[in-house]
T-cell receptor, first 110, second 117 residues
Framework: GQQVMQIPQYQHVQEGEDFTTYCNSSTTLSNIQWYKQRPGGHPVFLIQLVKSGEVKKQKRLTFQFGEAKKNSSLHITATQTTDVGTYFCADTGTASKLTFGTGTRLQVTL | DTGVSQDPRHKITKRGQNVTFRCDPISEHNRLYWYRQTLGQGPEFLTYFQNEAQLEKSRLLSDRFSAERPKGSFSTLEIQRTEQGDSAMYLC???????????????FGEGSWLTVV
C-alpha cells in the first residue's frame, strides 16, 4: 500500500530559526493537505495543494507541491513558540480518505 | 459550538468490555470519517460514511468494530470485547463532498481517548 514518509521525525529549533519538513510518497499523490496537531490536541487543517508545482503562502508558512506530485514541503520562516506541534502531510486519495504521513514534531525554545 | 464534537473525551475500560463513542459532525456535512491515532503516529483511516451509507471500511477495522450513522447525522463507533491494543485516540472528522471528490476541507473533532486496562 501507499507509504507517506516525512523527514525529519523531530526537530528542535531556537525561536527565530527556520524550519522545513519534507513529505515523500511512494505513489503519486492526489491532493496534499497539511495539518498541525498541538500536543494533546487534534489535527487542524492548514492548507491543500492540488496542482503540480503549486506554491502557497500563509504568513510565515510556505507550502510546495512537487512537480511529479510525489512530494511536498512545509517551510516556516522565523519560528515562534506558538509553532510547536506535529506537522502532518496527508494524501486526500479518493473521497477525501486521508493517508497521513509519519509526521514531524517541532519543538521551539526561546 | 459548530465544530465536530465527540463524546466521551476519555474512556478507561477493562479488557473485554464494550465501549461506544459518539460523533456529531458539522451539521451540513454529508461525509463523516473515523480515524485512529496511537502515540507518535499519524491518524489511520478506519471507515467513512456518505450520508447514512458506510462506503468503505479499512482492513484495520476488525469484526469487533462497528460503526453506524443511522440518520446521516451523528455516528457511533462501537468496540466489542476491547483489547489492550485498542488503546488509542479515536478521531471523527467531517466534510462536504460527493462521489470521489477530494477537494473540501476536513474538520476533525477533539478525539476520544480510549485506555484499555
Amino acid at each position: 500500500g501507499q507509504q507517506v514518509m516525512q523527514i525529519p521525525q523531530y526537530q528542535h529549533v531556537q525561536e527565530g530559526e527556520d524550519f522545513t519538513t519534507y513529505c515523500n510518497s511512494s505513489t503519486t499523490l492526489s491532493n496534499i493537505q497539511w495539518y498541525k496537531q498541538r500536543p494533546g490536541g487534534h489535527p487542524v487543517f492548514l492548507i491543500q495543494l492540488v496542482k503540480s508545482g503549486e506554491v502557497k503562502k500563509q504568513k510565515r508558512l510556505t507550502f510546495q507541491f512537487g512537480e511529479a506530485k510525489k512530494n511536498s514541503s512545509l517551510h516556516i520562516t522565523a519560528t515562534q513558540t506558538t509553532d510547536v506541534g506535529t506537522y502532518f502531510c496527508a494524501d486526500t486519495g479518493t473521497a477525501s480518505k486521508l493517508t497521513f504521513g509519519t509526521g514531524t514534531r517541532l519543538q521551539v525554545t526561546l | 459550538d459548530t465544530g465536530v464534537s465527540q463524546d466521551p473525551r476519555h474512556k478507561i475500560t477493562k479488557r473485554g468490555q464494550n465501549v461506544t463513542f459518539r460523533c456529531d459532525p458539522i451539521s451540513e456535512h454529508n461525509r463523516l470519517y473515523w480515524y485512529r491515532q496511537t502515540l507518535g503516529q499519524g491518524p489511520e483511516f478506519l471507515t467513512y460514511f456518505q450520508n447514512e451509507a458506510q462506503l468503505e471500511k479499512s482492513r484495520l477495522l476488525s469484526d469487533r468494530f462497528s460503526a453506524e450513522r443511522p440518520k446521516g447525522s451523528f455516528s457511533t463507533l462501537e468496540i466489542q470485547r476491547t483489547e489492550q491494543g485498542d488503546s488509542a485516540m479515536y478521531l471523527c472528522a467531517s466534510s462536504l463532498g460527493t462521489g470521489q471528490f477530494s477537494g473540501n476541507t476536513i474538520y476533525f473533532g477533539e478525539g476520544s481517548w480510549l485506555t484499555v486496562v
